[in-house]
């Protein structure tokens, strides 16, 4: 799966949004079935949170700064990196 890592970066520095989102789509389409169930799982977890944010302070960019360097790390692993 690292060799995944590179085409996920590269996704998402493509500038036109529907692009970008089409082509993390195929990507996470691709992903195999455990991967893709966990990470669905996951994201309705966050979104759950997300969507009461008004009582738990946790709007997606604060969810982003806690889980980011969790979900997405370097290809290196490399904390000073992130």
């Known amino acids: ?5 590179n085409d996920f970066i590269e996704a998402n520095r493509i500038e036109d949004a529907s692009e970008r989102m ?4 195929k990507l ?3 992903l195999p079935g455990h991967y893709y169930e966990t990470l669905k799982f996951l994201v309705g977890h966050l ?16 969810l ?18 992130m």
């Open 22 to 25: 089409r082509t993390l789509r």
């Open 28 to 30: 996470i389409r691709d």
């Open 1 to 5: 799966l690292s060799d995944k890592y």
């Open 47 to 62: 979104k759950t949170i997300a969507d009461h944010s008004e009582k738990n302070k946790m709007e997606p960019r604060n």
């Open 64 to 81: 982003a700064l806690v889980f980011g360097p969790t979900l997405v790390r370097t290809s290196e692993d490399n904390m000073t990196d």
